[in-house]
C-alpha cells in the first residue's frame, strides 16, 4: 500500500494523501480561473475555498462509514472507531459532495445568481477527480479483473500477485 512520508501531529501522512490535496488545490484553482474569467469576486471564490477545505474532508469521511457502518457496528463492535479519521477510510463521492456543497454555501452567503459560482465548481471538479483517479496506482487499488485477451495484455498492471490486470483507475482517469 501506500507508504508514510510522514507524521503530523501523531496522524501519519501519505504520498496519496499529499495528492488528494494537491488534487483539490487544482480543482479550486481551475474554479478559480474560471470564477475570474466570468467576472465573479475574489471574496466569493476565497469563501469557496474556505468552505471546500473542511467540508470535503468531512464529507469524504461521512459518506465512507456510512457506507460503511456495518463494519464498525458488527466486525468491529465499536463505533466510536468511526471517529478514528486518521485510520484512513475516505470516499471520493464524498468529497464531490462536500465540493458542491461549498459551492452552494459560498453562493448563498454572497447573494450571487443561482449556478454562477456553481459553474465555477463544476468546470474544477473534472480535473480534481482525474488526479485523485491517476493517483490510486500507487495504492494498489483501482485494479479490476485479470485481463483474458492476449492482444489486451498492453493495458494491464501487475496487481501484486503476479496476475495482470485491468487498471481501472487509469480508465475512470480517462
Do not use: Q
Not at 474554479?31 to 475555498?49: E, V
Not at 474556505?50 to 467540508?55: D, G, H, K, R
Not at 468491529?76 to 465540493?99: I, Q
Request: charged share 10%.
Amino acid at each position: 500500500m501506500d507508504v508514510t512520508l510522514f507524521t503530523l501531529f501523531s496522524a501519519p501522512v501519505t504520498g496519496y494523501g499529499l495528492g488528494v490535496a494537491a488534487a483539490l488545490l487544482l480543482a479550486l484553482a481551475a474554479s478559480y480561473f474560471y470564477a475570474r474569467r466570468t467576472g465573479l469576486a475574489y471574496s466569493a471564490f476565497i469563501r469557496l475555498a474556505v468552505l471546500a477545505i473542511p467540508l470535503c474532508w468531512l464529507m469524504s469521511r461521512l459518506v465512507y462509514v456510512l457506507a460503511n457502518c456495518t463494519y464498525y457496528l458488527t466486525t468491529l463492535s465499536n463505533p466510536v472507531l468511526a471517529l478514528y479519521f486518521w485510520d484512513g477510510g475516505y470516499s471520493a463521492a464524498g468529497a464531490v459532495m462536500g465540493l458542491i456543497l461549498a459551492g452552494f454555501l459560498a453562493e448563498k452567503w454572497n447573494r450571487l445568481p443561482h449556478g454562477s459560482l456553481m459553474d465555477a465548481v463544476a468546470f474544477g471538479l473534472p480535473l480534481g477527480l482525474a488526479v485523485t483517479r491517476a493517483l490510486e496506482g500507487g495504492t494498489h487499488l483501482g485494479l479490476g479483473r485479470p485481463i483474458s485477451y492476449e492482444w489486451l495484455y498492453f493495458l494491464g498492471v501487475e496487481d501484486g500477485y503476479g496476475d495482470l490486470v485491468h487498471p481501472v483507475y487509469r480508465y475512470e482517469t480517462a
